[in-house]
């Protein structure tokens, strides 16, 4: 059988356990703990690949693994390589994951869903960062691996069945496919960044209300939450208001 790629793992330092078992904590709804990993739901668990958090990582160094089914695995550092420094030019001020939960309960806000999870490199040449053009060019025989439709460099890997991926089956787009997976290229900012984009069960304007500090993208409805985080890398929960249905037709056309 062709190779494909089986699962995607966050991994977050152990070091930094005060921070990740708040985290865990806050988006355990999002799926099912086994250990020290919490395994994202999946909209089919046929799909592949599988998304995890790995929250006891014995590396120093937030990083990414792409597990494939033949065991080897592709390892990403979630880092800044362009030597240079770059603060953002949005206003924001980060919060505590506890201050996040305390805001959410107390407003009877629920996590719904996960849409996607990713990182961005920082990268301020022309075009796409290298490490992503890699990734690019080994997984997208091994994953519906699509490029964003509108041209920017916003990868996403969605998830599907064996036989889209080894056989390049034509995907039917009007399936459900969560978590999507996103490697992004990014020039505001020096600072490499986590994201998580979850469906909340209220509506923008309430949770833009809720959340004054965050970065809010009007444009897409949606507010980016930073977190106080130990890293020197940004951790996001990015709040949209959930919708049953999904926005995966949005890449017909482009997979890689």
Not at 138 to 143: A, D, F, Q, R, Y
Not at 193 to 199: A, K, N, R, S, V
Request: aromatic fraction near 12%; hydrophobic fraction near 40%; charged fraction near 20%.
């Amino acid at each position: 059988m062709t190779s494909y790629l089986e699962s995607i793992t966050l991994r977050f330092p152990a070091a930094s356990i005060g921070f990740t078992d708040d985290l865990a904590s806050l988006i355990d709804v999002l799926g099912h703990t086994v250990g020290h990993h919490l395994c994202l739901t999946s909209s089919n668990p046929s799909f592949y690949p599988q998304i995890r958090l790995d929250f006891r990582s014995e590396s120093a160094d937030i990083l990414v693994d792409f597990t494939f089914s033949s065991g080897d695995v592709d390892s990403v550092k979630v880092e800044n390589t362009t030597g240079l420094s770059k603060a953002s030019p949005y206003s924001y001020t980060p919060l505590s994951v506890d201050e996040v939960h305390r805001r959410l309960v107390t407003s009877g806000i629920s996590l719904v869903g996960l849409d996607h999870a990713g990182f961005n490199l920082p990268w301020f040449s022309p075009g796409v960062h290298p490490r992503i053009l890699q990734l690019r060019q080994k997984l997208s025989s091994l994953c519906l691996y699509h490029a964003y439709p509108t041209g920017e460099p916003w990868d996403f890997i969605l998830p599907g069945d064996i036989d889209e991926i080894a056989t390049r089956k034509t995907v039917d787009y009007s399936k459900v496919r969560r978590p999507k997976f996103e490697l992004v290229s990014f020039g505001n900012a020096s600072t490499p960044l986590i994201q998580f984009d979850i469906g909340v069960n209220v509506g923008y304007d309430k949770f833009l209300s809720l959340f004054p500090e965050s970065l809010n993208d009007p444009e897409f409805r949606n507010i980016w939450i930073y977190l106080e985080t130990p890293y020197a890398v940004d951790v996001c929960l990015v709040l949209n208001e959930f919708n049953e249905s999904d926005w995966s037709d949005y890449f017909k056309g482009f997979r890689l």
